[in-house]
């Protein structure tokens, strides 16, 4: 009679007598992630630690040799486990992780809408398959290549909980769409790590997931994983979310970006293109490159998105429409119709040509409420700290204290503002340009404005034109490093004159 498995992290794995069940907490139980158990840099050993620190308590009939790198065939079946949700289908080896690859799409309605667990970490391929700064050093002729889980005309559509653990070594080489570790899902994935991992694909890929639809999520998770496209809808974490009538919404939750992204349209440092879709507490620790619509979170935001309490820390380059948290943010025709952005910071380098900004590149029809950026902004046309190019929108609670640069229609806060409301904000860096360039806007079409501020530099206005509404005020450095001046711009902001070099910052990056 085999003994039971325990799996225990840091330990030796041990085989003693156990009950004939398995101990598996459901989604909600286990939100210890990946995510929440890695620093905000990369380790040594690239973060793929594995476990989250969990006692497994496996059936004594789970079957599987933990750590053997793959070896390319297909497991007949799981460890063990009947999919339902307290008894997941539980995922030991490379092999079993591949059955689940070909039941899904293979379609097979007897796996459809299970649950399923890992229980150890997996490698898909041994040794380095990237080196530190995300080159390709694995043969490429000898790797084991993965198949995503889901495909382009199907969608994993169950839940999968990785519990904490690294999935390793995977190698996706193709021009085909949908890739990652999953391909598709219109379900849930939460809880791992993609590492060390090298995926080059057409449209819709991600070191995550390729494309999800529908209701899906994708929540504490990590990719460390190179992605490259040749295709539109690229993300480090996700590709692409698909919209699906009616009413549905994705979410994508508490995940992190340290692998380099580069493809050429609808680029994301965690998610290329979206709408109907919910982000939250996302980051991007790494290079993102597009030609168009790129950006350190998204590539591109379409009709009721939000994006709250998410931060970019890589540098940022495109061509049109770049931008440090989202490259396009908006939607025709009515003001609102876009989503809400909450509490987003850059500090990146933002670098590109046309509507270029240190938060978001073009941003139309949106309510916009704490942004800071502190990245320096580089561009021709609307080129702005905090917006390249905003229209019809609502803006509060924001500043910059980087340098901005550009030809034509450059600012501090925005390049180009054009019928829209803000108020409470503020800028400190200098802004050059050639024409219509200001402190606080290059551009200022009928816009309603209140309490902007702006750091004054010799005779520089803050304004390159103001046609119709709203006025600035200039500050000295010493007024505005002080308390006063954080009452002055309102309750979102406070004071600690050990952060942001003594400027106030937003009360919400302090939490």
């Not at 092999?95 to 150890?120: I, P, R, T």
């Not at 819709?204 to 999800?212: A, K, V």
């Not at 190179?226 to 979310?241: A, S």
């Not at 970019?312 to 490259?327: A, L, P, Q, R």
């Amino acid at each position: 009679m085999r003994k039971a498995l325990f799996v225990i992290l840091g330990m030796v794995a041990m085989f003693v007598a156990c009950s004939h069940t398995v101990s598996a907490s459901s989604n909600d139980d286990e939100e210890k992630s990946s995510a929440e158990n890695s620093s905000d840099s990369k380790g040594s050993d690239n973060g793929s630690s594995g476990s989250n620190g969990s006692e497994e308590v496996l059936n004594e009939d789970c079957v599987g040799e933990l750590g053997k790198p793959w070896d390319g065939t297909t497991a007949k079946d799981f460890a063990c486990g009947s999919g339902t949700k307290l008894s997941p289908f539980i995922i030991l080896t490379a092999e079993q992780l591949a059955h689940l690859s070909f039941v899904v799409n293979a379609n097979d309605k007897n796996f459809s809408g299970k649950y399923y667990k890992l229980a150890a970490d997996i490698k898909l391929n041994d040794g380095k398959v990237i080196d530190d700064k995300g080159g390709l050093v694995g043969d490429s002729a000898k790797l084991h290549k993965w198949t995503p889980i889901g495909n382009s005309s199907i969608a994993f559509d169950g839940t999968f909980d990785g519990n904490g653990h690294t999935i390793s070594g995977m190698f996706i080489n193709t021009t085909s769409s949908h890739n990652g570790l999953f391909g598709n899902s219109s379900g849930t994935v939460s809880n791992v790590t993609v590492d060390n991992s090298w995926v080059t694909g057409g449209k819709f890929t991600g070191g995550i997931i390729g494309n999800i639809s529908g209701t899906a999520a994708v929540t504490n998770s990590i990719n460390q994983a190179t992605i490259i496209g040749t295709g539109d809808g690229v993300g480090g974490v996700v590709g692409n979310y698909t919209f699906v009538c009616c009413n549905k919404i994705g979410t994508v939750k508490n995940v992190k970006n340290y692998g380099m992204v580069s493809a050429l349209k609808y680029v994301g440092g965690v998610i290329g293109s979206a709408q109907d879709i919910v982000i939250s507490e996302a980051e991007n620790h790494t290079d993102i490159s597009g030609s168009s619509l790129t950006g350190g979170i998204a590539g591109n935001l379409g009709k009721n998105s939000k994006l709250s309490n998410s931060r970019n820390f890589g540098n940022v380059t495109g061509n049109e429409s770049v931008g440090g948290i989202i490259g396009n943010y908006g939607y025709c025709c009515s003001k609102g119709a876009a989503g809400d952005i909450t509490n987003i910071e850059n500090s990146g380098k933002i670098e590109g040509k046309e509507y270029v900004g240190g938060i978001v590149g073009k941003n139309e029809n949106s309510t916009n409420k704490g942004a800071a950026n502190s990245g320096v902004v580089n561009g021709k046309k609307y080129v702005g700290g905090l917006f390249g190019y905003i229209n019809n929108s609502t803006t509060n609670s924001i500043y910059n204290t980087a340098d901005v640069s550009g030809s034509i229609n450059v600012g501090g806060i925005t390049g180009y503002n054009q019928e829209g409301v803000t108020s409470s904000a503020y800028s400190t860096g200098k802004v050059d340009g050639d024409s219509l360039v200001g402190l606080m806007i290059g551009y200022n079409y009928n816009t309603t404005m209140a309490d902007y501020y702006y750091l004054k530099q010799g005779d520089q206005e803050p304004f390159g034109q103001n046609n119709g509404g709203g006025v600035a005020t200039p500050k000295t450095e010493t007024e505005m490093k002080s308390a006063d001046f954080a009452k002055l711009l309102g309750d979102d902001f406070v004071y600690d004159s050990g952060l942001n070099a003594g400027y106030p910052i937003l009360a919400w990056e302090k939490e």
